[in-house]
């Protein structure tokens, strides 16, 4: 739940707590914690208003508000992957353990450039057109992976070791062709991307020894002369991935109400409809694709006819635009406040004209057109990102497609360096402490003026759900709070109700080092996280607060919360 000013949907408020019961133990825990933490301090003088409020926290543990697909939190990968050669190295061992760390999830193959993506069955375009700029590059690399193909044959995974200066020449190889793909996003002109069978390879193999079930958007602008769908490309990938038996879902185009602006060309609700029928028959056409799960298209502006058209999934986009140019606009609630009121518009068209279709977010990242270096890679970008999830999935948003796990610029969960950025240490948190199902949160505040009440909880939001089932270190019924402490001043939050007096576990995310929000390096609980090789993860270790005490939330900073032992009938199914 989103705590903020203003009124909000009926179902995202706490339901009645079975009655006046409830309420008269919020009134003892108020009475009881305003004379607990109304004592002197020292030097004799008096506490700020910011230092004396407290927070009192309730959830609702009888039913959960919403429940949300298992791949809730999932990835994208763009096909500009291709053009500046990082597809490549998705081998890689370290890549591949840092994926699946956020497994189980889908990834999504799409992007601006999906609709420029043509597919030609060649194993290597290379040794057609003879030495290239690149072509050493890539039989180097291929040499290296079969190599290591033993690496982790008992899994039928190919993953590779690269060597430092290979790596060194991918890296100078990108930043030249970062200028480009910049360029061209920021005129609106693309050029096409060719994908190889031996690319398709590489791209498939990373996502199913991840543990990622690969969601592949197909080119939507490659038309006849009539305007109608030019299928060539797609049988021809259809084919080879059947033939491979690659287990893939699949989507036809991306935000296809920006055709015009990139092509000149538009496709109305109408022929997409028919488009998408069509690739309904061609998937069935092949035998091992007639099941096949088909989504989206990832739109920008739902809109009626689009919307009954999409075959059982509404795909669409949020972007920050240029909004974002310094750290500090992270902490600015109006920002954080924009997808709250994108998801009510897009909710509210679907549940008037196709309310039984699921709705997912796409796209998503902390900033627009690749990022910007020390901003959107740094740790106050985790704030955007985790209100993100938590706003998403208190209004039922099935799936978030986080957009980049890896790729170039700064707008992604893994650097260059293949290091886990601040977001991905978030992302990883997340996915091993929350579940699907969300519960309802109840918070009262304790302070003198109701006024500043209303930026005390816009400037802390608050989130719970059922800890999720595939924690093996909390049985069934623990619940897992998350909280984002924007202020500038330690906050304090009390477990009132049904959370009083039970134990709980800590996992408090802050800044490492003197750079602040600036910092790309994350602590837990006081120790810095960094990966102690290519295929193991730092221990995640909680620190126990004792039953009853209250939480301090230092001052910007993120916390994960799980209370285990309270046995939530909600949480037990």
Request: net charge positive.
């Amino acid at each position: 739940m989103e705590v903020g000013p203003g009124k909000m949907p009926r179902q995202f408020l706490c339901p009645v707590f079975g009655s006046s019961l409830w309420f008269a133990l919020i009134l003892q825990s108020l009475i009881s914690s305003a004379v607990t933490y109304r004592r002197p301090v020292s030097g004799g003088k008096r506490q700020s208003f910011l230092e004396r409020t407290l927070i009192l926290l309730d959830v609702n543990t009888r039913s959960p508000v919403k429940v949300l697909n298992d791949n809730f939190l999932s990835l994208q990968l763009d096909p500009s992957i291709i053009k500046d050669g990082w597809l490549d190295f998705l081998s890689s061992k370290r890549l591949v353990t840092l994926a699946r760390g956020l497994s189980p999830a889908y990834l999504r193959f799409g992007g601006k450039r999906t609709d420029f993506l043509q597919f030609h069955n060649l194993k290597n375009l290379g040794k057609f057109r003879g030495p290239g700029p690149d072509y050493y590059l890539k039989n180097y690399e291929d040499d290296i992976v079969r190599s290591d193909f033993a690496l982790d044959k008992q899994k039928g995974c190919k993953l590779a070791s690269h060597p430092d200066m290979m790596l060194e020449l991918q890296r100078e190889k990108a930043a030249q062709m970062q200028q480009v793909l910049l360029k061209e996003q920021l005129s609106n002109i693309y050029s096409d991307v060719t994908l190889t069978a031996r690319s398709l390879d590489k791209l498939y193999n990373f996502a199913d020894c991840a543990g990622l079930h690969l969601i592949f958007g197909l080119n939507a602008q490659h038309r006849n002369p009539d305007n109608s769908w030019n299928t060539s490309s797609a049988v021809s990938l259809l084919k080879y991935s059947a033939g491979k038996k690659y287990n893939i879902s699949w989507e036809l185009g991306n935000e296809p109400n920006s055709y015009r602006t990139m092509a000149a060309r538009s496709v109305n609700s109408s022929r997409l409809a028919q488009d998408y029928s069509l690739l309904r028959t061609l998937l069935q056409s092949v035998r091992f694709y007639s099941r096949a799960n088909l989504y989206g298209p990832n739109i920008g502006r739902p809109r009626k006819n689009a919307i009954l058209l999409l075959d059982g999934t509404v795909v669409f986009c949020y972007y920050i635009d240029r909004r974002v140019t310094k750290v500090e606009d992270f902490l600015k609630t109006k920002l954080l406040d924009t997808l709250s009121e994108q998801i009510t518009k897009v909710l509210k068209i679907v549940q008037t004209h196709a309310p039984e279709k699921s709705v997912w977010l796409g796209g998503v990242g902390p900033a627009w057109a690749g990022g910007t270096n020390n901003i959107s890679d740094t740790f106050a970008a985790g704030f955007l990102w985790l209100n993100t999830l938590g706003i998403a999935a208190a209004h039922g948003i099935d799936v978030v497609l986080r957009h980049s796990f890896f790729d170039y610029g700064y707008n992604h969960l893994v650097d260059q360096h293949f290091n886990p950025l601040p977001d991905y240490w978030l992302s990883l948190l997340f996915k091993r402490l929350v579940g699907p199902r969300v519960l309802a949160v109840h918070v009262a505040g304790l302070q003198r003026k109701p006024r500043p009440g209303r930026v005390i909880r816009d400037k802390l939001r608050i989130y719970a759900h059922c800890t999720s089932f595939h924690n093996h270190d909390y049985v069934r019924g623990s619940i897992t709070i998350y909280i984002i402490n924007l202020h500038r001043s330690r906050k304090k939050i009390k477990l009132a109700g049904t959370l009083r007096n039970k134990t709980v576990n800590q996992y408090l995310l802050q800044p490492f080092g003197t750079d602040g929000l600036h910092s790309m390096t994350v602590q837990l609980n006081g120790e810095p996280l960094r990966m102690v090789d290519n295929e193991t993860f730092p221990e995640l270790k909680p620190r126990t607060l004792r039953a009853g005490r209250t939480i301090a939330m230092p001052p910007v900073s993120i916390g994960f919360y799980v209370i285990k032992n309270i046995n939530a009938y909600a949480c037990r199914r």
